[in-house]
């Protein structure tokens, strides 16, 4: 699934410097949700989301079969954490 999200949308993201890195399918409280994992070499700010979100959609909106019939598309950044070497 990962793949063909990916192959959709990377080349319209890539002008903000992130990329797809999962796309699944999960059920939280009764709803099928379609989750888009977004990551990047950099830190993901809250407008590079939202600007990805909007392009995303509407890629999504033209390719609606690909959603599985999800009730929600969920679209987030993958988390950066620290580094801890000790």
Avoid: W
């Amino acid at each position: 699934m990962k793949e063909k999200i990916s192959s959709l949308v990377d080349e319209a993201i890539k002008d903000l410097n992130v990329f797809v890195d999962d796309a699944f399918i999960s059920i939280e409280e009764g709803k099928k949700i379609f989750n888009i994992v977004l990551d990047s070499k950099e830190i993901i700010d809250l407008n590079k989301i939202t600007d990805a979100s909007r392009i995303i959609n509407k890629i999504m909106d033209d390719n609606e079969s690909l959603l599985e019939d999800a009730q929600e598309l969920d679209i987030y950044s993958k988390e950066k954490g620290e580094s801890n070497d000790e």
